[in-house]
């Protein structure tokens, strides 16, 4: 259930192995165009579609009956945040679309992210009162969370290590043999609530850390220091030191959302949340606005306002060599800079101009040309895209503002690092 960046290399993966599966998603587009062949994640490519369906393999549809006699559910829908509260709607929903369907002797994995409890707690619940049935008695549940990182070609759905956990030991040992069968190891968790907590936990190491080296970068600026420098050379000790970098925010579905359901959960459980990652997480979502801010100094410094400058963004997606648009930092400065009154435009040859928010309608997209180098009055990397010319960036563009320290070797009075 759901046939996104998780769960649509997970239907392939199981198709591919000898499963006979049914990919549901609630996007009829979506949909139309897996039928067709066509792929919308970078991590499943199209060619491989074809095959699958036509031996019947794989079958996606929108189409809530046709999940009906399954052995095996997997729920891989979202669980965004609402005004900074979890939002478990779309798993209530998929819960009691599976409770219609729940056979005696079936297994449900749950794999969307969620505070410790949800897979006991919430699902299990609303499962347990649609079918009538009583889990771990009759029918199994467990929860493995996703470790999808789009666009890795080294550590992918079948060679990055998957945390199983169960409801109780049986429906552990049922989650584990099911996905032995899919990827090269499985990690036994003894319970679904610490499994809960590790995949919140690898995700919130990342977030504060990022933010920590975030704020660093303004103090090592204001003070003359190039942070980036300070990085690579703690960087060689081999033990005790893990290097992250500053950038101009974080994005995806899990870095700016999973510290929160941690922090929401902790608060809810023991009255009181996580100071460490409700201030992470300030520092992280205030770096648009700081990217903004150092590209009108600039531009002060020249004498010209940012309302009517010609701003170029190169990279619209939140990872280079990704079209992921979720979360995006990118998106964030595009909006700020067009409310105040700068004409944007952006580059990003891996994402297609239909997925663009509607909140973004004033943005031009165009191409990192010589020409569009050159006739903006500021050139923003946001995405540090393979693709993109770096020596004509640095050489066409009045001023670049440089967020992931890709142009590093060319910092001049012209070229700056965020």
């Not at 729940?102 to 897979?119: D, I, M, N």
């Not at 050379?233 to 970098?245: E, V």
């Not at 067009?338 to 943005?363: I, T």
Request: hydrophobic share 45%.
């Amino acid at each position: 259930m759901g046939q996104g960046y998780v769960g649509l290399p997970l239907a392939v993966r199981a198709a591919q192995l000898g499963h006979r599966v049914v990919g549901l998603d609630t996007n009829a587009g979506r949909v139309r165009a897996l039928a067709c062949g066509s792929s919308p994640v970078e991590d499943v490519r199209s060619a491989e579609l074809g095959p699958l369906l036509q031996a019947g393999a794989y079958r996606p549809t929108a189409s809530p009956e046709d999940v009906a006699g399954f052995d095996v559910a997997v729920i891989a829908v979202p669980t965004p945040l609402s005004e900074g509260v979890p939002d478990l709607s779309h798993v209530l929903t998929a819960g009691r679309l599976v409770g219609r369907h729940l056979r005696e002797g079936a297994l449900v994995v749950l794999e969307s992210t969620s505070y410790p409890g949800t897979t006991r707690s919430v699902l299990g619940a609303v499962l347990e009162e649609v079918s009538g049935l009583r889990m771990g008695a009759q029918f199994a549940l467990g929860f493995s969370p996703e470790r999808i990182d789009p666009g890795n070609r080294m550590w992918t759905l079948a060679t990055t290590p998957k945390l199983v956990s169960g409801i109780d030991a049986a429906s552990l040992q049922r989650t584990a043999a099911f996905y032995s069968g899919l990827v090269d190891s499985v990690v036994p968790v003894g319970r679904c609530e610490e499994a809960e907590l590790a995949k919140l936990l690898e995700n919130t190491f990342r977030a504060v850390n990022i933010a920590l080296v975030n704020e660093l970068a303004e103090v090592a600026r204001d003070t003359g220091l190039n942070l980036r420098e300070a990085l690579g050379a703690a960087a060689t000790k081999p033990f005790g030191f893990m290097r992250f970098d500053p950038g101009p925010g974080i994005g995806g579905h899990c870095l700016p959302i999973d510290p929160v359901y941690l922090s929401w959960w902790a608060a809810q459980a023991r009255g009181e949340g996580s100071r460490m990652i409700d201030l992470a997480a300030q520092i992280n979502s205030a770096r648009p606005a700081y990217v903004v801010r150092r590209v009108t100094d600039h531009l002060a410094g020249r004498g010209r306002a940012l309302a009517g400058a010609r701003v170029l963004l190169l990279g619209l997606a939140y990872k280079p060599g990704s079209s992921d648009l979720r979360e995006s930092p990118a998106l964030e400065v595009a909006r700020h800079l067009a409310v105040a009154g700068a004409q944007v435009s952006a580059a990003d040859p891996f994402v297609d101009p239909d997925s663009v928010p509607p909140a973004l309608d004033g943005v031009r997209l165009t191409s990192a040309t010589a020409g569009e180098l050159a006739a903006a009055d500021a050139v923003v990397l946001m995405t540090d895209h393979d693709v993109f010319d770096y020596g004509q960036v640095a050489a066409r563009a009045a001023f670049v503002l440089d967020c992931r320290g890709r142009l590093a070797d060319r910092l001049t009075a012209t070229v700056e690092q965020l």
